[in-house]
């Protein structure tokens, strides 16, 4: 405003030879106004379109903490595959609907049949996978039936989270000469990690007692991949599926809408252990 009275001032005090000169002045000066306000009102605008996505954003994050207080200290069932929507809730003003959805970290990995006897062969990292990058999957056979064993491993793997691979050609490596398998595993990425998975092991626990192994490099060295699961499938159908921990993989989805529809949904992939007070890890956090 100051720049028009200037202008508006120059014009009154001009007159005679110059006054073409004030009008150029005061056309020069509306050149520079009119966009100049412009800009002020794009800017205006821009703020409160950032504004209304905040409060969309900040509400659909308040579902968020919601589905990770469910799992920690609410009623979700340890079942596996399961989806679960609550209704619907509002946060400053916008409608926020989450979802829960479990998958169980070894569907589509391992077959799902357990056997009245999977305790049979225990499996289970070796204390932990140790700073250098070595993994070992500890495999041991216990019949307290007192029956003979001849227990056949017929699938074998381990599932990693997000940000661990397995090392090529490490199953073969001469540092491990007791491998079950010195074959390359199937690597495929699945929920959010990565499956290494040997088929057709075809190796038998002839007594109880015996013991196995499976070792392997895993990259970043200097890391522990938290969260991992290592599993066995026997052939004997008395045994099936065994694994060495219960980890629950939860995916939250929360869709907070204001009243003009706009939408903004955020979605976090969780991690827990099955205490009575589980640990919750935060595997990955997306806008959409």
């Not at 970043?220 to 921990?245: F, N, R, T």
Request: net charge negative; with cysteine; aromatic share 10%.
């Amino acid at each position: 405003m100051r720049i028009l009275q200037l202008c508006k001032q120059i014009g009154k005090q001009q007159s005679g030879q110059i006054l073409v000169i004030s009008m150029i002045v005061v056309m020069l000066c509306s050149l520079v106004i009119i966009p100049l306000l412009n800009f002020m009102g794009t800017g205006l605008k821009t703020v409160s379109v950032y504004q209304e996505n905040n409060e969309l954003l900040y509400a659909a994050d308040a579902g968020i903490q919601k589905g990770i207080w469910q799992i920690k200290y609410g009623d979700i069932p340890k079942v596996y595959d399961f989806t679960q929507t609550y209704p619907a809730e509002t946060v400053n003003g916008n409608n926020v609907v989450v979802t829960i959805d479990y998958v169980w970290v070894l569907s589509g990995i391992a077959d799902p049949v357990f056997g009245p006897h999977n305790d049979w062969i225990d499996v289970q990292t070796e204390g932990n996978p140790d700073i250098t990058g070595v993994y070992t999957i500890n495999l041991s056979y216990s019949d307290i039936s007192g029956n003979p064993g001849n227990k056949k491993v017929d699938k074998m793997g381990v599932w990693l989270p997000a940000g661990f691979d397995y090392v090529a050609g490490s199953a073969s490596d001469p540092a491990f000469p007791d491998n079950i398998k010195k074959t390359e595993p199937s690597v495929t990425r699945i929920h959010g990690g990565t499956s290494i998975k040997w088929t057709n092991v075809n190796y038998s626990f002839k007594n109880s007692g015996d013991v196995a192994y499976q070792k392997f490099r895993f990259t970043p060295v200097g890391e522990l991949p938290k969260g991992d699961i290592a599993w066995v499938q026997s052939l004997s159908s008395d045994i099936g599926l065994s694994w060495d921990k219960m980890i629950w993989n939860y995916t939250i989805t929360s869709v907070a809408t204001d009243n003009n529809g706009k939408t903004t949904t955020v979605v976090a992939h969780v991690s827990t252990d099955t205490g009575a007070t589980a640990n919750i890890a935060v595997i990955t956090y997306s806008i959409q």
